[in-house]
């Protein structure tokens, strides 16, 4: 392996190659890839063939190129695509043309590509590639936003002369830049499918619900201010991706975050604790465990203005009349099904264990995670310190810990405390 290139080895990437001028910069990604110790399927559909020859591909790549779902004169392999989706530890998608994408985003599966994508469980890295006005149309910008929502990652094609000559946005970002993004996707605690298969053998969630809040709300006080914390997302996200990796089905409602969407789970967007309270209640029945980790607002202005408030011309103080927003997790618990597993977070700077403990009764809940958010690496960073109570059980307190670790510690502990009850 190269110095200057990430350690891939033992990596498997699926490359999709779609049908652009651009995919002669797939044989160097692939070279790229391979020199980075990863092990690479290339699939191609039959429009990218008439840009570049399978043959190149396969060479570099080591292995034979694959386009259809139904190959001729092939009998029996008609499920590799469901295989492959299970190998893959990333999924790239570079160049991906308008067409491919609007495939990705309505799921169509007419093609090995597509189909791969639809099977795949792991990171997925689209990488838009096609002419300037095709690009920022509002019909595929449009389909990149619905790829984002359902947890691809895009990387926005750059700048400069297009085949065309036309100058704009448009052109594949180089494969270097490529290969430096589905690394960082794949991340450290990512580990080769091999290896991640023993985690999710240990406390799997096929065939398995799991919905995830995530992030602060927003509650408007008029058109341009709002009431909100500063809640990050971050638990919630990686509590989302940590699920999806062990096979569940996972949704997140996630309140307004900077984050991109964990691979693997189907997100919806909302703002405020009513839009957040529809969208939980809705799919409270299929639900099998629901993480409720976002920062709820716990009031909402009573009346919020239609247009902006304009401030009034006196020295008095500004009274503001703010109403209960629903409890999200306390309906849950209500209408809670006896094999349904509730867990809900606490923020606490006083009393916590005592309150934590109210809070689970009170909310008819299976686990409470409390942090003090005054104490060092505990409150809305990147880190958090938690104890975790369960009902009629101990408290035990977890170390201080980056969230995408903590997240993988809940899940242990509540899977394997109610996989083993049966
Ligand atoms: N929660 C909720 N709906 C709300 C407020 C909170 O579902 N309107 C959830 C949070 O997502 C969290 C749990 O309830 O999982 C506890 O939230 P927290 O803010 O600590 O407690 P509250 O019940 O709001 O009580 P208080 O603010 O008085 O501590």
């Known amino acids: ?40 399927q290339v699939l191609m559909t039959p429009g990218a063939e008439r840009f570049i020859p399978p043959l190149t591909l396969g060479t570099l790549s080591e292995k034979e190129v694959l386009t259809e779902i139904f190959p001729e004169n092939e009998e029996g392999s008609w499920t590799k695509h469901v295989a492959l989706g299970q190998w893959a530890d990333l999924f790239v998608v570079a ?36 002419d300037r006005d095709m690009y920022r149309h509002a019909a595929t910008q449009d389909n990149l936003e619905r790829l984002r929502e359902i947890g691809y990652a895009v990387m926005p094609a750059e700048h400069g002369e297009l085949a065309s000559g036309l100058v704009g946005k448009g ?28 985690d999710s053998d240990t406390f799997p969630l096929t065939d398995t619900e799991v919905l995830v809040t995530a992030g602060p709300t927003r509650e408007p006080l008029d058109p341009v201010r709002v009431l909100t914390n500063p809640s990050t997302g971050t638990m919630g996200y990686a509590l989302a991706e940590a699920a999806a990796r062990r096979g569940a089905s996972v949704t997140l409602v996630s309140g307004p975050t900077t ?13 405020t604790a009513e839009e957040m309270n529809e969208a939980v209640q809705a799919r409270r029945d299929t639900a099998d465990y629901v993480f409720m980790a976002a920062a709820v607002a716990d009031y909402t202005p009573a009346d919020p203005s239609s247009t902006k408030r304009k401030k009034e011309d006196t020295d008095e103080d500004l009274a ?49 995670a409390v942090n003090n958010p005054t104490e060092e690496g505990a409150g809305f960073g990147p ?25 993988k510690a809940l899940l242990d502990r509540v899977l ?6 049966g």
């Open 1 to 40: 392996m190269s110095a200057s290139l990430p350690d891939l080895s033992g990596r498997h990437v699926v490359l999709g190659v779609t049908g652009s001028i651009a995919a002669y910069k797939s044989a160097l990604l692939v070279r790229l890839l391979k020199k980075a110790g990863a092990e690479v």
């Open 95 to 130: 160049p991906a043309t308008a067409q491919t994408i609007a495939k990705l985003a309505h799921g169509f599966c007419d093609s090995m590509l597509t189909a791969t994508a639809l099977s795949a469980r792991c990171p997925l890295l689209v990488c838009p590639t096609m």
């Open 171 to 198: 052109r594949m970002p180089e494969p270097e830049a490529i290969l430096e993004r589905g690394a960082e996707m794949m991340g450290d605690e990512h580990k080769p499918a091999a290896d991640r298969a023993s």
């Open 259 to 271: 984050l991109d969407p964990p691979p693997g789970s189907e997100v919806l967007h909302v703002q």
């Open 320 to 368: 503001l009349h703010l109403c209960r927003t629903p409890d999200i997790l306390k309906t849950l618990g209500a209408y809670k099904r006896p094999d349904q597993v509730l867990i809900g977070f606490a923020l606490e700077t006083d009393d916590a264990l005592e309150n934590a403990r109210h809070k689970l009764e009170e909310k008819n809940l299976d686990w409470i």
């Open 383 to 407: 880190t958090n310190r938690v104890t975790l109570l369960r009902r009629n059980g101990p408290a035990e307190e977890l170390p201080l810990m980056p969230k995408a670790d903590l997240a």
């Open 416 to 421: 394997m405390s109610h996989q083993e009850q």
